[in-house]
């Protein structure tokens, strides 16, 4: 059994959940769409040209969602996902998702985005196993600040190294799918590196590294 790790937005989905979630909270009325929306873009596209610092994003972003408690975002990002997230996912993620848990890998994603949000997306794809930004919980609701290394760039790296000592497991035979540049690090690090639409820097690095370039839709 090898592991077989997946990025989540713009990999396994057409879109990035975070930025569709900001959208989401506008339509709710819990942010100033005029104001968020297009700050929230902003950020993104630092994130795009590798510049971002998350825990800028995660502070912006989770500013809505301070004194709120677990269940009642839990509640609101059900049907979110329902709604607005099922519609973007892959049709060949899934066959690819499909594949692995035949083979009888160990399926887990990696994601950037938040854990409540993430955790949510993995149950609707069938995987059980998630790392992704965790946000901090005070007096039962969230305080607007992160919880431990954030999983972006090498702090993907770092959350995961720590996860294969608790889980005994290893990255022998392992896969992992990405579409961007900002995943490199841990591309670099598993035995099987698979690029999914990537960006134009990660397909430049794939194309010289000899990496597989899947066009998934």
């Known amino acids: 059994m090898a592991l077989a790790i997946f990025d989540l937005d713009e990999t396994l989905i057409h879109g990035d959940c975070a930025s569709l979630w900001a959208q989401h909270m506008a339509d709710l009325q819990w942010v100033d769409r005029d104001s968020f929306v297009p700050r929230e873009q902003e950020l993104m596209a630092l994130y795009s040209r590798g510049e971002l610092a998350m825990e800028d994003y995660m502070a912006f972003t989770l500013a809505p969602l301070v004194g709120r408690t677990p269940e009642e975002v839990e509640f609101i990002v059900g049907p979110f996902v329902e709604d607005v997230i099922e519609p973007i996912i892959f049709s060949d993620a899934m066959r690819c998702l499909a594949a692995h ?52 760039r090498e702090g993907k790296v770092t959350r995961l190294r720590a996860w294969l000592e608790s889980e005994g497991e290893s990255l022998d035979g392992a896969h992992f799918y990405s579409d961007s540049h900002n995943d490199l690090p841990l591309l670099q690090l598993v035995p099987h590196p698979h690029t999914v639409n990537p960006d134009p820097t990660l397909r430049a690095h794939a194309e010289q590294a000899g990496w597989d370039i899947l066009h998934w839709n």
């Open 101 to 152: 848990r035949a083979a009888g890998d160990r399926l887990l994603i990696v994601s950037a985005s938040a854990h409540f949000l993430v955790s949510a997306i993995a149950e609707r794809l069938g995987v059980a196993e998630v790392l992704a930004i965790d946000c901090e919980l005070q007096h039962g609701g969230y305080s607007g600040n992160l919880s431990g290394v954030p999983t972006y």
